[in-house]
């Protein structure tokens, strides 16, 4: 007798179940990463409690807990700029540092692009993606790097002057909201 078409034998129903619990495993894993994704990158208000103006005519605003180095540094590729640190170990897991130089719209060609250049020169894989940064009377351009286990920041921030911001930062956690928030706090003197 032949077998009805409806019906299915044990090795095939087995399959079909095998497959359904993969399918809900993979929803699953999707359904958590971006999960993490937004809880990781949702903003955290800043609370500035410090007010600092640079030698190079850069004010900043930022939190004196969460960048407890605030100093003007002679960078190799940024030549002087202002420094903010979250501790003097750059070994601690919870390490961020970001540099801002002041210049014009012709002291990089474009130095986001360069500076992508550069880090991936050196990391390999980069990962770059838009950041939406705002800084009150400037233009800003910004983008974020996944390099292995860190996070680059890098900003231009373009004012009607012609005065412009280069940023750097580089942070271990999993969240840029402390750099965007200090990025996001700058101002010219």
């Given at each position: 007798?032949?077998?009805?078409?409806?019906?299915?034998?044990?090795s095939?129903?087995r399959?079909?179940?095998?497959?359904?619990?993969?399918?809900?495993i993979?929803?699953?894993?999707?359904?958590?990463?971006?999960?993490?994704?937004?809880?990781?990158?949702?903003?955290?208000?800043?609370?500035?409690?410090?007010?600092?103006?640079?030698?190079?005519?850069?004010?900043?605003?930022?939190?004196?807990?969460?960048?407890?180095v605030?100093?003007?540094?002679?960078?190799?590729?940024?030549?002087?700029?202002?420094?903010?640190?979250?501790?003097?170990?750059?070994?601690?897991?919870?390490?961020?540092?970001v540099?801002?130089?002041?210049?014009?719209?012709?002291?990089?060609e474009?130095?986001?692009?360069?500076?992508?250049?550069?880090?991936?020169?050196?990391?390999?894989?980069?990962?770059?993606?838009?950041?939406?940064?705002?800084?009150?009377?400037?233009?800003?351009?910004?983008?974020?790097?996944?390099?292995?286990?860190?996070?680059?920041?890098l900003?231009?921030?373009?004012?009607?002057?012609?005065?412009?911001?280069?940023?750097?930062?580089?942070?271990?956690?999993?969240?840029?909201?402390d750099?965007?928030?200090l990025?996001?706090?700058?101002?010219l003197?």
């Open positions: 007798m032949p077998k009805d078409i409806h019906t299915q034998d044990p095939q129903q399959a079909s179940r095998l497959l359904l619990a993969m399918g809900v993979v929803l699953l894993g999707a359904l958590a990463y971006f999960g993490l994704t937004l809880a990781v990158n949702r903003r955290t208000p800043a609370n500035p409690d410090t007010h600092f103006d640079a030698e190079n005519g850069i004010s900043v605003d930022y939190e004196s807990a969460v960048w407890p605030c100093q003007m540094t002679e960078d190799a590729a940024l030549g002087h700029a202002l420094q903010l640190a979250s501790g003097e170990d750059s070994a601690n897991a919870n390490y961020q540092v540099l801002f130089q002041r210049g014009d719209k012709a002291t990089y474009d130095f986001i692009s360069q500076s992508e250049a550069d880090l991936k020169a050196a990391y390999g894989v980069i990962s770059p993606r838009k950041v939406k940064l705002q800084v009150e009377g400037a233009t800003v351009t910004a983008v974020r790097c996944d390099i292995q286990a860190y996070y680059a920041v900003a231009t921030i373009e004012y009607d002057s012609g005065d412009v911001i280069y940023v750097s930062g580089l942070t271990k956690l999993a969240s840029i909201s750099i965007v928030n990025v996001e706090s700058v101002s003197t």
